[in-house]
């Protein structure tokens, strides 16, 4: 279980990226964060973009047709 959400369902690109960049710069190090997203394109650019920034994908899981739940964690410092 994550420690916080971020629903980003019905939002597209750049909208998710943005959002998550900044919900996981709020986080303490080593914290979680589950990012709802429904858009293919952003479910790659955030993953690309966590994994290039050091964060942890620790989990993504397919919610239904075309909606994904992924969860981050903070990289420690």
């Keep these: 279980m994550a420690d916080t959400q971020l629903d980003m369902r019905g939002e597209i690109c750049p909208y998710p990226l943005v959002e998550s960049k900044n919900a996981v710069e709020k986080l303490e190090p080593g914290t979680t964060i ?6 293919p394109l952003a479910l790659d ?8 920034a050091g964060h942890e994908v620790v989990e993504t899981r397919d919610l239904g047709p075309s909606e994904w739940a992924l969860v981050l964690r903070r990289k420690k410092t």
């Design 34 to 39: 589950e990012v709802l997203i429904d858009y």
């Design 45 to 52: 650019n955030v993953t690309r973009w966590a994994q290039s």
